[in-house]
T-cell receptor
């Protein structure tokens, strides 16, 4: 079975701090990678795709390490509004059932 | 655009009852899917469709039926509800399938007594 593993947390982080969390995946043939954000009692929304060379979007940086089969998300200068659950999503291809969702990492930014 | 809409938002059923969860999208996406989300579990795929008239099973299809008569609509039917089907159900759509951005509906919270 394809597995995507995340530390469930919660990560309690003071406002303004930098926080990072990782996600590991078991299928070495995985093709594409994403971070989704899910607020409490809401639907998941795409935060960012993760590219082989790494990518940055404002305060958010995503990295992919294919050799060790993990992806990471770094949040700088954290805001109260960053409090959410962050889902790691891996696409192993093979058609429409190729997406595997991690269980999520719960982040709480404290004032 | 309304995006992906789902009805109802909440539903309570008794064991053995049947119901249909509605999902519609106005983005002309070919691909639509249904997931369930349970505490401590990742989102799990129930059924999906790559276009009108085409459906297929996901990871956890038992107890559910789907149909796709139009591009816009993808209803999920619970044939005979069981307490194990208590969950939050999300419908999602995208242009090209799993590799692309999935747009999720707001979810339906279902409690089966």
């Amino acid at each position: 079975r394809k597995e995507v593993e995340q530390d469930p947390g919660p990560f309690n982080v003071p406002e303004g701090a930098t926080v990072a969390f990782n996600c590991t995946y078991s299928n070495s043939a995985s093709q594409s990678f994403f971070w989704y954000r899910q607020d409490c009692r809401k639907e998941p929304k795409l935060l960012m795709s993760v590219y082989s060379s790494g990518n940055e979007d404002g305060r958010f940086t995503a990295q992919l390490n294919r050799a060790s089969q993990y992806i990471s998300l770094l949040i700088r200068d954290s805001k109260l509004s960053d409090s959410a659950t962050y889902l790691c999503v891996v696409n192993s291809g093979g058609g429409a059932d190729g997406l595997t969702f991690g269980k999520g990492t719960h982040l709480i930014i404290q004032p | 655009n309304a995006g992906v809409t789902q009805t109802p938002k909440f539903q309570v059923l008794k064991t053995g009852q049947s119901m249909t969860l509605q999902c519609a999208q106005d983005m002309n996406h070919e691909y639509m899917s249904w997931y369930r989300q349970d505490p401590g579990m990742g989102l799990r795929l129930i059924h999906y469709s790559v276009g009108a008239g085409i459906t297929d099973q996901g990871e956890v299809p038992n107890g559910y039926n789907v149909s796709r008569s139009t591009t816009e609509d993808f209803p999920l039917r619970l044939l005979s509800a069981a307490p194990s089907q208590t969950s939050v159900y999300f419908c999602a759509s995208s242009y090209l399938g799993q590799g692309e951005t999935q747009y999720f509906g707001p979810g339906t919270r279902l409690l089966v007594l």
